[in-house]
Nanobody
Framework: QLHLVESGGGLVQAGGSLRLSCAPS????????MGWFRQASGKEREFVTQ????????YYADSVEGRFIISRENAKNTVYLQMNSLKAEDTAVYYC????????????WGQGTQVTVSS
């Protein structure tokens, strides 16, 4: 089974930038649509962004559109989340997720990486 490991989280000042990475365990990753979700303390997990297996289509939640960029480099077996103009409300645990071919929803999840935006 495919496993996902996130990295790149940390503490950043409001207005700053951070780049998260998701490193799948297998090269079959290239056949999976990928996404990022986040969960702030005391809140439910929410959708952030997603990208198709070939990188041809991306979609963003209204709260991050224009500030965050999702990309993938299948040859490097990595998915990225570039986070710019960070706000305090972006503070959350960020999760990488994958939809396997034929699946109806995200069925593979990473352990998460903490992003904290200070004022």
């Amino acid at each position: 089974q495919l496993h996902l490991v996130e990295s790149g989280g940390g503490l950043v000042q409001a207005g700053g930038s951070l780049r998260l990475s998701c490193a799948p365990s297998e090269r079959t990753f290239s056949t999976y649509a990928m996404g990022w979700f986040r969960q702030a303390s005391g809140k439910e997990r929410e959708f952030v962004t997603q990208i198709t297996s070939d990188g041809g289509y991306t979609y963003y939640a209204d709260s991050v559109e224009g500030r965050f960029i999702i990309s993938r480099e299948n040859a490097k077996n990595t998915v990225y989340l570039q986070m710019n103009s960070l706000k305090a409300e972006d503070t959350a645990v960020y999760y990488c997720a994958a939809t396997s071919p034929g699946a109806r929803s995200y069925d593979i999840w990473g352990q998460g990486t903490q992003v904290t935006v200070s004022s």
